[in-house]
């Protein structure tokens, strides 16, 4: 894992790329890549790239980056891992193609000469790769498939611009930061920013399983090479439910075993849930010495902690087991890091014990660990999403299957009030939603949009509907390439490409890199996604059993003490938190912010907010958490 930047200027190549600013931007990257650091710079075709490496794979100086073929026609910056790197080698040594080195990024050049973009899809790992094709003097950058590792882009003045870390633009004298409005407004909804845009305006985000190519006159293309769902993978409508345990148990055990590929120790968090529990019983049985793993608890909140089951695991699988603790305290002291180390902001307060477990892991002299991320998601973990489930069953499908007049006469005069109790106003919405035929799952949301217009100021409420508009908009890839997608498939489809794009998997990968950890996320293996959503809801769920397919899988290789007992989500408890003694330097935080300058938020709706959480009338420690990282990231940035 690494941290990658780069320039290219096209627009003006007779002016010499300033090497102080390429590595003033590489630099501001040293805690992704804190062994070794290169750059490459070729003024003929004003193009720069720079590299900051943290060493997994072939340990030596030959792997360092910018890295190129044999023959010097493709140049390549990559942060990543590269799963299957030995047998593409293998087949491209047959083919004739020449390797200078052992390490994954070498194939990455060597399959581009090879099959040029059509080579992406042979690639099987998490990574984020610029390539500088020297024959055709343009630029390519990639993001994986799931969007495990992130890459951003800036386009002005003639230059194409990007880096793995929004920080790192912001080197480049020319990039001024200023707040995307918009973004604010779905970061609010959705405690994240969803692809393409970020929280910057003019700065974008590549999105997960996509490619861009920007070509010699600074003409930009962004197109797919993998979906999640596609009209070429069948839909496993009949298969039985052994058939489709065997396979999830089957593709787990090669996730898991694909990125155990490193020539450093790979550890595992181990919190003692399934998710985990399920890696580290994998890992145990296909390693010949003890797995080291790592535990975090919670001071002091009662009924936050898993660290007997995580002990009991550990026990189960005989590993080298170590355990911290955190606080609220611990939360205070972090927080001016946490709004440098994520960029943006990312309204999840997990992000805090999994910064100072990972502090923790790289001290222990483990470069890697495997973590969970991802089972909820496609397992149907989350109580919230079973529950949506039911409404759907109960009172969506129903009201999906009346005409569209109808529907749209029952909103008419459910927004009239006419002829009808006031009580009835309230099934407006329902029925324009139906009626527009909007996506109706949301996934974890901060503010919804109604809640989001109480804290904004009058002028700025006629936008509303501005995250629905985005959340129908991330879901019609799926109703085109797949218009028969059961509700089960649509949930998942959207947590792949907000949730866990762009918050849960921006979270590990900001968090562990912060502190030159690397984070492997075996559920997030693409053949697993694309075989479990494949499958019908009716099959990965079994009368509501949240996980039901996972606990079939891991039957005899996870205790079943683990598998039957209660799901208790890995979190972070902000609400006591701030009732502990966090509410002062929260409200500090807030309300003595410069975010009060851009005119946006009723400064009383949000007093009212706070106070209600402080008189324990309403739990609004979620909104709080939200509305804070927003005020420190504008102080911090703007």
């Known amino acids: 894992?690494?941290?990658?930047?780069?320039?290219?200027?096209?627009?003006?190549?007779?002016?010499?790329?300033?090497?102080?600013?390429?590595?003033?931007?590489?630099?501001?990257?040293?805690?992704?890549?804190?062994?070794?650091?290169?750059?490459?710079?070729?003024?003929?075709?004003?193009?720069?790239?720079?590299?900051?490496?943290?060493?997994?794979?072939?340990?030596?100086?030959?792997?360092?980056?910018?890295?190129?073929?044999?023959?010097?026609?493709?140049?390549?910056t990559f942060n990543g891992e590269i799963y299957n790197y030995r047998e593409i080698r293998e087949a491209l040594l047959k083919d004739g193609l020449e390797f200078l080195t052992q390490s994954d990024t070498e194939v990455i050049p060597n399959i581009y000469l090879k099959k040029g973009l059509?080579?992406?899809?042979?690639?099987?790992?998490?990574?984020?790769?610029?390539?500088?094709?020297?024959?055709?003097?343009?630029?390519?950058?990639?993001?994986?498939?799931?969007?495990?590792?992130?890459?951003y882009y800036t386009k002005q003045n003639g230059k194409f611009i990007f880096a793995s870390e929004i920080k790192?633009?912001?080197?480049?004298?020319?990039?001024?930061?200023?707040?995307?409005?918009?973004?604010?407004?779905?970061?609010?909804?959705?405690?994240?920013?969803?692809?393409?845009?970020?929280?910057?305006?003019?700065?974008?985000?590549?999105?997960?399983?996509?490619?861009?190519?920007?070509?010699?006159?600074?003409?930009?293309?962004?197109?797919?090479?993998?979906?999640?769902?596609?009209?070429?993978?069948?839909?496993?409508?009949?298969?039985?439910?052994s058939e489709a345990v065997a396979e999830v148990t089957s593709l787990l055990t090669q996730a898991v075993k694909d990125r155990l590929v490193a020539d450093v120790p790979v550890g595992a968090f181990l919190s003692g849930g399934l998710d985990s529990s399920a890696i580290v019983s994998l890992m145990s049985s296909q390693l010949s010495h003890p797995v080291k793993t790592y535990a975090i608890g919670i001071k002091d909140v009662e009924g936050q902690n898993e660290l007997e089951h995580a002990a009991f695991v550990a026990n189960y699988c005989g590993t080298d087991h170590q355990e911290i603790m955190v606080g609220w305290e611990d939360v205070k002291n972090y927080m001016p890091q946490l709004v440098y180390g994520q960029d943006e902001p990312l309204a999840d307060p997990v992000s805090v014990p999994i910064y100072y477990l990972s502090k923790y892991v790289k001290n222990d002299n483990v470069p890697v660990v495997m973590v969970g991320e991802g089972s909820d998601e496609l397992f149907f973990g989350y109580d919230s999403r079973l529950d949506f489930f039911e409404s759907f069953r109960k009172n969506w499908?129903?009201?999906?299957?009346?005409?569209?007049?109808?529907l749209r006469s029952l909103q008419h005069l459910a927004y009239s009030g006419q002829f009808l109790s006031s009580s009835f106003k309230r099934y407006g919405e329902i029925?324009?939603?139906?009626?527009?035929?909007?996506?109706?799952?949301?996934?974890?949301?901060?503010?919804?949009?109604?809640?989001?217009?109480?804290?904004?100021?009058?002028?700025?409420?006629?936008?509303?509907?501005?995250?629905?508009?985005?959340?129908?908009?991330?879901?019609?890839?799926?109703?085109?390439?797949?218009?028969?997608?059961?509700?089960?498939?649509?949930?998942?489809?959207?947590?792949?490409?907000?949730?866990?794009?762009?918050?849960?998997l921006m979270r590990t990968d900001k968090i562990t890199m912060s502190v030159g950890l690397e984070a492997r996320v075996p559920f997030m293996d693409y053949r697993l996604v694309e075989f479990m959503l494949?499958?019908?809801?009716?099959?990965?769920?079994?009368?509501?059993?949240?996980?039901?397919?996972?606990?079939?899988?891991?039957?005899?290789?996870?205790?079943?003490?683990?598998?039957?007992?209660?799901?208790?989500?890995?979190?972070?408890?902000?609400?006591?938190?701030?009732?502990?003694?966090?509410?002062?330097?929260?409200?500090?935080?807030i309300f003595e912010s410069k975010i009060w300058e851009l005119n946006l938020f009723n400064e009383k709706a949000i007093r009212e907010l706070v106070q209600s959480h402080e008189n324990r009338t309403c739990d609004n420690g979620v909104k709080i958490w939200t509305f804070m990282n927003l005020a420190m990231w504008y102080d911090h940035w703007m």
């Open 1 to 76: 894992m690494c941290g990658i930047v780069g320039i290219f200027q096209y627009g003006n190549r007779k002016v010499p790329i300033d090497p102080k600013v390429l590595i003033a931007m590489r630099d501001s990257l040293s805690h992704r890549g804190p062994d070794d650091a290169g750059i490459w710079i070729d003024d003929e075709h004003g193009i720069g790239l720079a590299h900051r490496r943290l060493s997994i794979i072939d340990l030596s100086s030959a792997a360092r980056q910018p890295l190129s073929d044999a023959n010097k026609q493709m140049y390549v």
């Open 118 to 151: 059509d080579g992406i899809a042979d690639l099987n790992g998490m990574f984020a790769f610029a390539l500088w094709d020297s024959l055709k003097q343009q630029l390519v950058l990639v993001r994986d498939r799931l969007g495990i590792k992130p890459v």
């Open 168 to 241: 790192a633009l912001l080197q480049h004298p020319e990039i001024v930061p200023k707040p995307d409005l918009t973004s604010m407004m779905h970061y609010l909804t959705f405690k994240t920013t969803p692809h393409p845009h970020t929280m910057f305006a003019n700065i974008k985000k590549l999105e997960p399983g996509n490619y861009l190519i920007c070509d010699k006159n600074g003409n930009i293309t962004v197109k797919p090479y993998w979906n999640a769902t596609s009209p070429n993978r069948s839909l496993n409508d009949d298969i039985t439910e």
């Open 397 to 406: 499908q129903p009201l999906l299957n009346f005409p569209v007049p109808i």
């Open 431 to 504: 029925f324009e939603r139906a009626a527009n035929r909007d996506a109706l799952f949301w996934g974890s949301t901060a503010f919804k949009e109604s809640e989001r217009n109480d804290i904004l100021l009058d002028s700025l409420k006629q936008n509303s509907n501005i995250s629905q508009k985005l959340l129908n908009n991330t879901v019609m890839p799926l109703k085109h390439l797949l218009p028969n997608a059961d509700i089960g498939t649509q949930v998942t489809y959207t947590d792949l490409k907000i949730r866990l794009a762009e918050l849960l």
């Open 534 to 589: 494949s499958l019908p809801l009716s099959v990965k769920l079994s009368k509501g059993n949240p996980k039901h397919l996972l606990k079939k899988a891991m039957s005899g290789i996870v205790p079943d003490q683990i598998i039957n007992r209660k799901k208790m989500a890995f979190s972070a408890p902000v609400s006591q938190w701030l009732n502990q003694g966090m509410m002062p330097y929260a409200k500090q935080l």
